[in-house]
């Protein structure tokens, strides 16, 4: 049964055994191996996978199906009251396209399940928190397919799936870390998925005066300047003046340039230029578009302690 945590958001029900798990795919083309891969490992564990419909296409130019058709499957799967929870195959582009239908936002508000994955899913996570409704940041199809059977993330996923979804990591130092320990509503995704949100309904990266937030971010592909110019929104905004921690996962395939040799060298100027030196930042967190991507509760609430030997992330309350 779901239940709502000391924020008010909205825990969905733990899966059971014979449980539907929906797949969908509400972005970007994926290879039919990913899908069946995915399916054949829920299976596996003693769930039913529920391919649909346009989970493998035909695909519509870069998009894993048209706008039409992702958008029903998606909507089937919320509504759906036979399927406990829903794994989206891949990200890539296109999520945000279902944000515009407004169906969409009421179905999470009276179906609330899970929804998992990460990449350009982080504009449906946004969608979930907006609907009072925590999510699972994490592995998707390809990972469950290639990676072994007993990897950790996949491990941690279900985990967080069929029991209370109670974090519990501990991470090795970086050079880049500010030692701090904070709590806070767990909330982030993609840097710039959830930078092109700005101003909308579903800007989770606009933290109020009041609010509580550990900020977790990755990416992959974008320049160092790039990711700065994102970071700089966020410090004109005051995000980066009220959350109370920060995430920095894993940003890859990009390049030195004249000015940093790294996005966390980038980075850790741009919190000295700014000022923020209060608040624990842990550097290095593995999560984005590496092998050991660790799933992430969002809207759960959740200490973040950040020591010279390590960084521990812990939830604190469902």
């Given at each position: 049964m ?66 039409a ?45 899970w ?29 469950i ?17 069929s ?46 005066e ?45 390049r ?36 050991n ?16 030997d ?9």
């Open positions: 779901s239940r709502e945590n000391m924020k008010g958001k909205t825990c969905p029900s733990k899966l059971q055994k014979g449980d539907k798990i929906a797949i969908v795919s509400p972005a970007t083309v994926v290879k039919e191996e990913y899908v069946e891969g995915a399916a054949d490992y829920f299976r596996q564990e003693g769930y039913q996978p529920i391919v649909m419909p346009s989970a493998k296409g035909p695909a519509f130019g870069s998009y894993a199906a048209t706008h058709a992702r958008l029903r499957d998606l909507i089937d799967a919320i509504e759906n009251p036979d399927i406990a929870a829903i794994l989206c195959a891949r990200g890539g582009y296109g999520c945000v396209h279902l944000l515009a239908d407004p169906r969409l936002l009421a179905a999470v508000k009276r179906n609330p399940k929804i998992v994955g990460f990449s350009d899913v982080s504009a449906l996570h946004a969608l979930w928190l907006k609907a009072g409704v925590m999510s699972i940041h994490g592995p998707m199809a390809k990972h397919t290639i990676e072994s059977s007993d990897d950790p993330c996949t491990e941690s996923l279900l985990n967080l799936l029991q209370d979804p109670i974090m519990d990591y501990s991470v090795s130092p970086s050079p880049f870390n500010r030692i701090g320990k904070a709590k806070g509503e767990l909330r982030g995704g993609n840097l710039a998925v959830l930078n092109g949100l700005a101003s909308t309904p579903f800007d989770i990266l606009s933290v109020s009041n609010e509580e937030v550990i900020l977790f971010i990755e990416d992959i592909s974008e320049a160092i300047y790039a990711v700065e110019r994102m970071l700089m929104r966020l410090y004109l905004s005051g995000t980066l003046s009220r959350i109370k921690g920060l995430i920095i996962g894993q940003f890859t395939e990009y030195p340039d004249k000015n940093f040799v790294s996005i966390e060298e980038m980075i850790d100027a741009l919190l000295t230029r700014f000022g923020v030196n209060d608040i624990p930042v842990a550097f290095n967190f593995p999560v984005g578009h590496v092998s991507n660790l799933p992430l509760v969002e809207g759960s609430l959740v200490e973040l302690e950040v020591l010279p390590g960084v521990t992330l812990k939830t604190i309350s469902l």
